[in-house]
């Protein structure tokens, strides 16, 4: 079992930034990967980033390059999703995903546990 607990969110103007993190706890061995998706109400859950935690090789979703930046820090087992340049469609609720292979993945169902989702709400 794997424990995700996010952190991070809030209320801020467009424009802003905002960090998330997501400590994760249990059975964090061996080649793993983690990801955030978000989901805003009506749409459906979008693939925002992932990192591999041995190799560290990341991937974003379109509509999140270059604004995103999707880290780890291996020693606290904490992944931060840095948002810069945040616009009022980057409202959602934000969700950390773990995946027990070390292969970066977009698909939700890819992914073996979740956290509980934190808001983000970006003001116009």
């Known amino acids: 079992q794997v424990q995700l607990v996010e952190s991070g969110g809030g209320l801020v103007q467009a424009g802003g930034s905002l960090r998330l993190s997501c400590a994760a706890s249990?059975?964090?061995?061996?080649?793993?990967?983690m990801g955030w998706f978000r989901q805003a109400p009506g749409k459906e859950r979008e693939f925002v980033a992932t990192i591999s935690w041995s190799s560290g090789a990341t991937y974003y979703g379109d509509s999140v390059k270059g604004r995103f930046t999707i880290s780890r820090d291996n020693a606290k087992n904490t992944v931060y999703l840095q948002m810069n340049s945040l616009k009022p469609e980057d409202t959602a609720v934000y969700y950390c995903?773990?995946?027990?292979?070390?292969?970066?993945?977009?698909?939700?169902?890819?992914?073996?546990?979740w956290g509980q989702g934190t808001q983000v709400t970006v003001s116009s």
């Open positions: 249990g059975r964090t061995f061996g080649s793993y990967s």
């Open positions: 995903a773990f995946r027990s292979l070390g292969t970066i993945a977009t698909l939700s169902d890819r992914y073996n546990y």
